[in-house]
């Protein structure tokens, strides 16, 4: 029997929340950051999947066809063009508007773990909408799986731009790593969603989802083992300058 009280639900997506979210922030067991500086990426999270949820509400009122309609070339396009950029670029802009410029945003981790939060707020109130329409065993899986997810894409452009923000001084090859970055944060769901919606390629989205995994536990552990600290020295003054 699935699960349908408001309560309930919201119970649900918020202990999952929890708990991925302590295990993110176990990663930077050197220097954690402020509970309340990650409730608040987890709220701006919630607030990047506002903007998400009324911009494709307002290209359904507009009569663009859903994702799960037409051809795999329409589905490709969605996926590629309206899914990925839309909602990574939320989060990327509540990133960039507020988190950035936090003073507590100085370590190469911290990229990740931010980023983190806001994924998990993006995914509680994506999760939150969409549960109470699901059989119990889909209300379980999509609990535990989506927020991973949107953890891992977050954690592309996270890791991406802090490097970036930190240890690229100002100039040509820093808005490369930004605009690479969040290109590629943007493919990666892309290619997620096409594959589930065109395929239904469940295999393929779990070995993408492996192998992003791999690379955000082997970033993450070569971090911590050298401090998160960046390897170029630079002004502490310069390591709280805004992206371009």
């Known amino acids: 029997m699935p699960i349908k009280g408001t309560w309930q639900i919201?119970?649900?997506?918020?202990a999952s929340a929890v708990f991925w979210m302590q295990y993110v922030d176990l990663k930077d067991r050197a220097h954690p950051?402020?509970?309340?500086?990650?409730?608040?990426?987890?709220?701006?999270?919630?607030?990047?999947?506002?903007?998400?949820?009324?911009?494709?509400?307002?290209?359904?009122?507009?009569?663009?066809p859903d994702v799960e309609t037409g051809s795999r070339a329409w589905k490709?396009?969605?996926?590629?063009m309206l899914i990925g950029p839309v909602e990574e670029g939320a989060k990327i802009l509540v990133a960039s508007l507020v988190i950035f410029r936090w003073t507590e945003y100085d370590e190469l981790i911290d990229g990740f773990v931010y980023?983190?939060?806001?994924?998990?707020?993006f995914a509680s109130l994506e999760n939150f909408y969409h549960l109470p329409g699901l059989p119990l065993w889909e209300q379980l899986a999509r609990t535990a799986t989506l927020p991973l997810t949107h953890?891992?894409?977050?954690?592309?452009?996270?890791?991406?731009?802090?490097?970036a923000r930190l240890c690229v001084p100002r100039g040509t090859r820093r808005?490369?790593?930004?605009?690479?970055?969040?290109?590629?944060?943007?493919?990666?769901?892309?290619?997620?969603?096409?594959?589930?919606?065109?395929?239904?390629?469940?295999?393929?989205?779990?070995?993408?989802?492996?192998?992003?995994?791999?690379?955000?536990?082997y970033r993450a552990r070569a971090l911590a083992r050298r401090g998160g600290a960046?390897?170029?020295?630079?002004?502490?003054?310069a390591a709280h300058e805004n992206l371009p």
């Open 10 to 14: 919201l119970g649900l997506v918020l």
């Open 33 to 64: 950051e402020p509970r309340k500086r990650l409730l608040s990426a987890f709220l701006l999270g919630i607030v990047a999947g506002t903007l998400a949820f009324l911009f494709f509400t307002a290209t359904e009122r507009m009569g663009l």
């Open 76 to 80: 490709a396009w969605f996926c590629f």
């Open 115 to 121: 980023a983190a939060a806001v994924s998990l707020g």
């Open 151 to 163: 953890t891992l894409f977050g954690a592309v452009w996270g890791f991406g731009m802090a490097h």
């Open 175 to 217: 808005v490369l790593w930004v605009t690479g970055c969040i290109l590629l944060a943007m493919s990666l769901h892309g290619l997620y969603d096409f594959l589930l919606f065109a395929y239904q390629a469940t295999v393929l989205t779990s070995a993408l989802v492996l192998l992003i995994w791999s690379f955000v536990i």
């Open 230 to 237: 960046c390897r170029v020295p630079k002004p502490r003054a």
